[in-house]
């Protein structure tokens, strides 16, 4: 590049000397020597050698240039491409874990109303079973209390405990009379243990 350069500040110096010449009249063109004519087309080849050179080299910057941004545009696009896949890939995670939420929520749910059957349920059986004692206990108030009391012997002490809080207190306490006191204890102790006292009829 800088041969090319000198050459043509050379160049130049000789056409100002020239034409500097031929204004004078100490030059003609009819007058110019052989030498002179070599030297011009020498100058002139080799000037035109170094913008061949000149050319080149800003070809292969241009090129270069081009080159770093198709790389980076290449590299752009992978990593949109990366990218992509990871978008893609967290919205697959996000989708799977709304159906997993969806089916938690719906088994919730569906827990949620067996248990309240269960629970109808159990209050349905708790409420025949208070019915039956409370039938019972009607059957032991008619019932005289010593043969009453016979009967009571034979339960198991909860049971029997139930229906003597079923009973008319008065009732109640003419039959614990009739029962053994070893029994009678243990059906007070059930009965004071029963929380709430039931209401009766």
Known sequence: MKKAFWILQI?????LVVKLAAMGGALTSA????SERSI???ASAQAGHGSTMTLAGVKDVLDDE???ERDLVTALDKRKGELDRREALVRAEEDKLLALKKEILE????LSA???????RLEAEKNQDVKRIKDLAKVYDATAPDKAGAMLEKLDTKTAAAITMYMKREKAGA???HLNVEKAVQITKEITNAAPPPQKD
């Open 11 to 15: 160049l130049v110096i000789f056409v």
């Open 66 to 68: 081009l080159q770093r």
């Open 107 to 110: 088994k919730m749910n569906a």
């Open 40 to 42: 011009l087309s020498e």
């Open 114 to 120: 067996l248990e309240k059957r269960l629970d109808a």
């Open 31 to 34: 007058r110019a020597t052989g």
């Open 175 to 177: 039959v614990l009379k």
